[in-house]
């Protein structure tokens, strides 16, 4: 539906290659005429699709149930949590006329749902006997973002967002871990895309919060993307909107809570984990086509036989639960299709003509690096699934290798700001004194933030020494990095 | 969550019985504090899911591909296509301030997206090569409504909108008419809910359509429930949004295209065909749970021997792909389970006792009518299934039976008034003489509206006949009733 137009190298300018592959991976366009929000086409919506119905079992595994709420929050419900409307006061949308005629209380676009999800807790919740509640929501919501980025940062978004309420703060806290556990090993085994669990400072944390854990993940420009949030509400909300059990001894007690979610932000972070200077790279587990099967012949009496012998391979395939795409278009060359597969970022191509039938085999190229190869007929169904298992493999641990490669432990002020200079970015390990002053301090000089403190057995372990920028005392490191 | 009410018997007060029926079936409450809208809960969304999986599975069967759209659409937009934004006005909800700043062009929150993915289709087509091209979004939407009912007319609910670009008007007919076979054939083989296809008349066609078409479900009052609408949108949308493709003599043509939905309120005419004074009743394809197993035991000896036999059976079942509850819960009597899940529709219910494993067999009961039987222990996986199927049939005869013995054909105004006296409708069969003057007289007198014209094969073949309201001459026989 568009014109092929040329991918501007990372090297070049990464904001703009960014932009290219996913115009050129058909995944998304800015809608323009709405501020700040986009188009999920076809093909980006069909990766969300995956990527929903994999954390949909996982949370469903864990016993959590989807429901509904209500797009529109009344006004007054945001206020009822103080540093809840501080921190999204100044991104709603908001409602003031209904059926032609002006509201007598503005309503909000959900920008997440705790508040009006709080209400009907209060509702359901009467005893510990109806503890844990284990909800999550589908849905879209809106932020009014000044600076937007297909997929990163968009006005409307696609989430998920989890809502639960528990009997003891240790089970939230456990919760809050055991999610966050989740999207990591989501992030990691479907997205092979290498990430560090992280506790969130103070001024990072959500609006409303006790705590906040996150997993962060190294772009291919050594910048973080927060890629999904956990966070352990306390009794916060459950005090705005009384949400009150009675325990095993008969006393009301406030419920303690968590909510956590992952967006369409995800995929964002899987375009800019794989993909190269020739577009679009997604591993197997999340692309809808995973191989292309691209029919080799030059004259028309060829034809027949390569394509009977093309939609035998296809038919086995699929069987086997593989995405195949058999592209038999007419009157588009081969190279043109192969083109095309390659910047959608479809992980393996197959090419059949007719020696390749003479000679009993198929030939076989992965999206990125190895060579050609040919895999014997007969041993089609057994190899191409190895295939895409060893691709999935092999971006996660190209991009492990990258994070690795990008990674330092920097002990003094001048290397550090070195590390960001000039719109650089690095996955910095350094001490810091735990003061938000220090934060806001580093961040203006630098633009880099305090990703998270690392949580136990992600990341190096905890020894003492001087904060970077102060000298003063430090318990452990943390993880610096400019953000998306 | 909630105490056990009373259901209130169909007789006593239908309106009334189906918010029962909705309460203790725990599908979905009233949200109240917004106006007009609700909250899905977990069992009612679990139907919505299954719902939506087949739908989506049929779409995609037939080449259509999902993608996402803005929630919000500039209000100019609306106005580009005359008849659409008369029909839309009175009900737009309107978002007048984002960011803390009041918007320069109001967005209305798509009330339906006709005009959004106009102008994106505007963009993406060139020439006959781009078509038909095949859309289909899953979202929220909202219509300000004045009179709500939960699933049946909601200020904000949940649907699929199709919308499909085509080169011929032929072409784009044909989809309209499978699109809304597809319906029909989902209303018909999953819910278990006979429809009646027709075509709308002038005066109830969609608000910028040539020709619309619906499906049409009778309820347990005899009331109509529009259940699935097809729109041929002609070339009207593509004349405001210039959506203009080559054709394959070079000239420029407007597209012709069709839209068509189904909503939320699928569940409403889910719950209203087969449910009865004991509450919800589902049929077994989209029921979350089809089966559950309750163990029975008195004394504490006889549990454990129970439980392990019950946890066998529910493996082996769930092996088989059914979707089995094995209740378990302790301090929970066997009456009360029954009762739970009665109300919550599920189809099957097996007991095992000390006495039935001596037996060597399983008591099995359908969720209504038919007596108590026995399965032996060794014929459970092929037993079950069987009774599943059974039950899906039996509910699909019994509602189809229903609307023959509600569904007459009248040729005399009295009877015609007589029928739809008091609150009263059934399926009426009757002359009409085409105008929509006629129509409205109609409607005034008895609240009786026109369904539809049937669709060739689908209702009573045309017979000339004389106009039930003025004498004049009609060619066939239309379906007037009241309706949702």
Redesign the interface.
Known sequence: ??DIKRITPREEDYSQWYLDVVREGDLA?P?R???G??????HG??I??KTRDALDRMFKDTGH??????????MS?LKKEAQHVEGF????????????EELEE??V?RPTSET?IG??FAK???SHA?LP?L?NQW??V?R?E?RTRMFLRT??F?WQEGHTAHATHEEAYAETERMLDIYATFAEQWMAMPVFRTVKTESEKFAGAETSMSIEAMMQDGKALQSGTSHDLGQNFGKAFDVTFQNEKGESEYVWQTSWGVSTRLLGGLIMTHSDDNGLVLPPKLAPVQVVLVPIYRKEKERAAVLEKCTAIHDDLKKTGIAIRLDDRPGKRPGDKFYEWERKGVPVRLELGPRDIEKGHVSAKQRTEGERIFIKMDQIETEVPKLLEAFQEHLYNRALKFREENTLQVDNWDDFSDVFADGKSKFVWAHWDGTAGTETAIKEETKATIRGIPMPGHGPEPEPGKCIKTGAESARRVLFAKAY
């Not at 149930?65 to 009344?74: D, E, H, R």
């Open positions: 539906m568009s366009e809608a005429v709405v501020k929000c986009m188009v999920i086409k076809p919506y069909a969300w699709e149930q989807n429901a509904y709420f209500p797009l529109f929050i009344p419900f006061s100044p991104e709603l949308a908001v409602v003031t006329h209904g059926g032609g503005p309503y676009v009006i209400h009907f359901w919740i009467r109806d509640l909800i849905a879209n809106v009014w000044l006005t409307e696609l």
